[in-house]
Antibody, heavy 118, light 111 residues
Framework: QVQLHESGPGLVKPSDTLSLTCAVSGYSISSGYYWGWIRQPPGKGLEWIGNIYHSGKTYYNPSLKSRVTISVDTSKNQFSLKLSDVTAADAAVYYC???????????WGQGILVTVSS | QSVLTQPPSVSGAPGQRVTISCTGSSSNIGAGYGVHWYQQLPGTAPKLLIYVTSNRPSGVPDRFSGSKSGTSASLAISRLQAEDEADYYCQSYDSSLSEWVFGGGTKLTVL
């Protein structure tokens, strides 16, 4: 059974960099699929952040591209998200997911709430 | 404002059938990109319900079905049950924006 688990700080200061990691179990990232990040501000809808292929090729939401870096560590079977220069608008539940080439996410992590505050 | 438009809310009584629409444009649904649907129960992660317009993942009841016509897609839920009360989101790709986009979400209330 494929499982994903997000980890990282739940509180980030304004202008700092948000860093999250998604550990994958039950499936080897090197075997294929894309791996993505999606976020959901409290009480609001879903927003795609970006995807990474196991080869390292990345695809980012154009509105976040200047601040986002997604990387993969196949040796640890995990991938990571970095979002720089955060503001209150970046406060959200961040989900990691396995993404099919058709774009759908079939396995999701449980999500991690990130608050932006000094 | 989402490029995929969903009604904010729909409701139905147990046993009834409801549909949730997802209206896009010629740069997303109308361009032939697949539409995916997710169910999000309160306080939980989204769950894949329908992929590539009309396919159900293993374990999803056949009460859930998806379709597409022109620049719109629909999710139908038949024989409504109390456990279906949740938020539902559609997703597709938008070639003008070069990004995967979600609808704003629809809250289903089972009366």
């Amino acid at each position: 059974q494929v499982q994903l688990h997000e980890s990282g700080p739940g509180l980030v200061k304004p202008s700092d960099t948000l860093s999250l990691t998604c550990a994958v179990s039950g499936y080897s990232i090197s075997s294929g699929y894309y791996w993505g990040w999606i976020r959901q501000p409290p009480g609001k809808g879903l927003e795609w952040i970006g995807n990474i292929y196991h080869s390292g090729k990345t695809y980012y939401n154009p509105s976040l591209k200047s601040r986002v870096t997604i990387s993969v560590d196949t040796s640890k079977n995990q991938f990571s998200l970095k979002l720089s220069d955060v503001t209150a608008a970046d406060a959200a539940v961040y989900y990691c997911a396995r993404v099919d080439s058709s774009g759908y996410s079939d396995y999701w992590g449980q999500g991690i709430l990130v608050t932006v505050s000094s | 404002q989402s490029v995929l438009t969903q009604p904010p809310s729909v409701s139905g009584a147990p046993g009834q059938r409801v549909t949730i629409s997802c209206t896009g444009s010629s740069s997303n649904i109308g361009a032939g990109y697949g539409v995916h649907w997710y169910q999000q129960l309160p306080g939980t992660a989204p769950k894949l319900l329908i992929y590539v317009t009309s396919n159900r993942p293993s374990g999803v009841p056949d009460r859930f079905s998806g379709s597409k016509s022109g620049t719109s897609a629909s999710l139908a839920i038949s024989r409504l049950q109390a456990e279906d009360e949740a938020d539902y989101y559609c997703q597709s790709y938008d070639s003008s924006l070069s990004e995967w986009v979600f609808g704003g979400g629809t809250k289903l209330t089972v009366l």
